[in-house]
């Protein structure tokens, strides 16, 4: 008498996608063979435009033994070893796009890393708070602004009432997405917004020119999840979120672009910029929006009630 093994349970991220019917066995294939650090295979849904991997990395492992992230520079885990970049100037534009929001307010940013983001709205916000995972990031944090700032790894264990929560790419590294939306919609207060910030999986470099050497450096174990636009609003609402507002977001300019596409390798923002101009990467920005081919997605939406 033979005995069968019994096929593992999908991920949560898999589960939540079928279940929101962003996903089926029928539509999805194999995308990319691997990603950049990992042998894990890449999916896509043909219908929703949805990608995902097609199993989930033993995470707890991975964040637990992680130790870049500390640095100034940008530092890109990948198969041969670790990619040194200079970072793009996300800080600036984000406290720029979220300035509005933060003045007077209860504010939690949730996977805030080495907590640079809560060092700048420290003087305009009412009160700060951090989520992160990694505790020797933890620690930085508390070490620098002590009392300044509550930091904990869950928000659920948070003193709550939030007016705002906001999360820069970091919902894309979490397998319970919508659990972890509905524990930012508890700790919200009535009226409260949440500001996500996610890669999108129309980027134009992978879905309009399908560019190898980039699919091969965009593609991370980390990265469970890239999200259109369509399941980034349905995650949202399955959620309880209501008005609910996305935009296309175009981080890295056309000298990011022109590089990747002449040399095959990142870091053009940097040795390219002599090649573009503030009013070039607006018009370019502009262009890939209303394509839908941009390389984020930025959301804004509300706690009813």
Not at 50 to 66: C, G, M, T, W
Not at 205 to 225: G, N, Q
Not at 269 to 285: F, G, R, T, V
């Amino acid at each position: 008498m033979s005995s069968q093994i019994a096929e593992p349970s999908p991920p949560k991220f898999i589960c939540q996608l079928a279940d929101l019917n962003l996903i089926s066995d029928d539509t999805k294939e194999v995308h990319w063979p691997r990603t950049r650090d990992t042998d894990i295979p890449v999916f896509r849904d043909r219908r929703s435009g949805v990608i995902f991997l097609s199993r989930q990395p033993n995470l707890d492992l991975h964040y637990a033994e992680k130790v870049i992230g500390k640095k100034i520079e940008a530092e890109v885990q990948t198969s041969s070893g670790i990619l040194k970049l200079k970072r793009n100037e996300d800080l600036e534009r984000r406290l720029s796009q979220t300035s509005s929001l933060v003045e007077g307010m209860r504010v939690c940013d949730f996977g805030t890393g080495q907590g640079l983001y809560l060092d700048a709205i420290q003087s305009a916000a009412k009160q700060v708070c951090g989520i992160e995972i990694r505790a020797d990031l933890a620690e930085l944090i508390r070490n620098r602004l002590g009392s300044n700032a509550e930091v904990a790894s869950a928000i659920s264990s948070t003193s709550g009432n939030f007016d705002l929560v906001t999360l820069f790419h970091v919902l894309e590294h979490i397998p319970d997405q919508l659990g972890v939306l509905k524990d930012i919609h508890t700790a919200l207060s009535p009226g409260g917004k949440v500001f996500v910030e996610v890669p999108h999986a129309r980027d134009f470099l992978s879905h309009e020119m399908a560019l190898p050497e980039y699919r091969d450096f965009i593609y991370w174990s980390e990265h469970l999840v890239l999200h259109t636009q369509e399941s980034l609003s349905a995650f949202l609402k399955a959620a309880g979120f209501g008005n609910i507002r996305i935009e296309p977001f175009q981080r890295y300019g056309f000298a990011n672009h022109l590089y990747w596409l002449n040399e095959k390798k990142p870091g053009g923002h940097d040795l390219y910029k002599h090649m573009s101009s503030p009013n070039l990467d607006s018009a370019y920005a502009a262009q890939l929006s209303a394509m839908d081919r941009t390389d984020t997605l930025i959301a804004i939406a509300e706690k009813n009630g």
